[in-house]
């Protein structure tokens, strides 16, 4: 099978709710992600053959299919095409998954991953609250009732039945809200996520992070369930942001005189309890590993979206990963998740990471609606 390479790998900030991105059109906020990976690499961009970007909320400015309208707002060719997926939160890293698997079944050469989501333009939930407001169903119908039952299906329950399952408390939540926040407040100090941004509407840092957070002020929030251990300090906050890879066949480095700095080592894909809806990530990287011939021990750095505390803590206990090479620049409890852009920002901080650090394997993996996970293992070049 062909080989896939990452060449590029860029994103914007991420921008906090009513933030400095919060009045940047999401086209065109994914535009200036893709010109920045086009102009970094300083590939052809008429050789690129397709445009896969994720998106979850698909309703007004986000919809008409976003990727084709980016790519034609960058001012890039009309010759190539655009296509917008959604694979709820792991939207992006889907994308990136597609744009490998073209280039390793051999009938692609260059082909662009990445995603996009304003949430202060276009807020969670959008298209469902429209729908309904129109009389019209709900997304899970009769046969879902049949299976499921009548029962709140949501990640906010998901993330309380994962407290439950694994007994976390409260304190053990927000003690890991708190390195988050910590670990990314270094990280934009130290200049670790300079080379990978290209700043946008004057924001250059993602605005997320709070280097003032305490214990104390955590402990002053309201739980989003009555007696429940989640609060907003423990969950992944509302943001703006976009992130795209270039991802390129042997034949194409060698075309357009391109250095490769990662290789896509493995990909997998797992569904989980749909009422859990979070726990997918780990059965998934069981399987990623297994099919790679790897163990955790082999990774040298994780990126896991940190959609709420419990996640990545039970990820971590069940894999026995070293805490210390789990998102070690903070998650999205700090630097925030607009939807479907953080799985090319994820993999975007990844590479740049394994690169600062001289690591040789990244893994990256994300909890996604209904139940389902995306693994990707890159080994560095």
């Known amino acids: 099978m062909a080989e896939a390479y990452i060449v590029g790998a860029v994103r914007t900030p991420v921008g906090k709710k009513k933030g400095g991105l919060s009045t940047v059109h999401p086209t065109d906020l994914a535009a200036h992600?893709?010109?920045?990976?086009?102009?970094?690499?300083g590939v052809d961009p008429a050789a690129v053959e397709d445009v896969i970007m994720g998106c979850v909320m698909q309703f007004g400015p986000q919809s008409m299919d976003i990727a084709r309208n980016a790519w034609l707002s960058a001012g890039l060719p009309e010759t190539t095409a655009g296509v917008t997926i959604d694979r709820q939160c792991g939207s992006s890293q889907q994308s990136i998954h597609f744009a490998a698997q073209g280039v390793m079944s051999g009938t692609q050469d260059l082909v662009v991953a990445g995603g996009v989501e304003s949430m202060?333009?276009?807020?969670?939930?959008?298209?469902?609250?429209?729908?309904l407001e129109k009389g019209m169903p709900f997304p899970f119908g009769e046969k879902w009732v049949e299976r499921y039952g009548k029962?709140?299906?949501?990640?906010?329950?998901g993330a309380e039945l994962m407290c439950e399952k694994w007994g976390y408390t409260r304190e053990t939540l927000e003690r890991f809200a708190l390195e988050s926040h910590q670990r990314a407040a270094k990280a934009i100090a130290n200049g670790y996520f300079k080379d990978q941004i290209a700043p946008v509407n004057g924001v250059e840092d993602d605005e997320g992070p709070r280097a003032d957070t305490t214990l104390e002020k955590m402990a002053t929030l309201k739980t989003l369930k009555e007696g429940g251990q989640i609060t907003a300090a423990t969950s992944s906050q509302i943001s703006d942001g976009s992130g795209a890879v270039l991802i390129a066949s042997e034949q194409a480095v060698r075309d357009h005189g391109l250095t490769p700095r990662a290789?896509?080592?493995?990909?997998a894909l797992?569904?989980?309890?749909p009422v859990y809806m979070l726990t997918a990530p780990i059965p998934a990287t069981r399987?990623?590993?297994?099919?790679?011939g790897m163990s955790i021990d082999d990774i040298d750095v994780v990126e896991i979206n940190e959609a709420f505390a419990p996640v990545p803590l039970a990820w971590t206990h069940e894999l026995g990963a070293d805490p210390a090479k789990v998102n070690p620049n903070g998650g999205a409890i700090a630097l925030g998740h607009p939807l479907g852009g953080t799985g090319a920002i994820l993999m975007t901080k990844l590479l740049h990471e394994l690169e600062r650090t001289g690591g040789r394997y990244g893994l990256q993996t994300m909890c996604e609606g209904g139940g389902q996970a995306n693994v990707t293992i890159i080994e560095r070049l």
């Open 33 to 41: 992600t893709l010109k920045a990976l086009i102009d970094r690499t």
């Open 120 to 131: 202060s333009i276009v807020p969670m939930g959008s298209s469902i609250t429209a729908a």
């Open 151 to 157: 029962q709140e299906i949501s990640q906010f329950r």
């Open 263 to 267: 290789r896509i080592h493995q990909l």
């Open 270 to 273: 797992m569904g989980d309890d």
């Open 287 to 292: 399987r990623a590993l297994e099919k790679a």
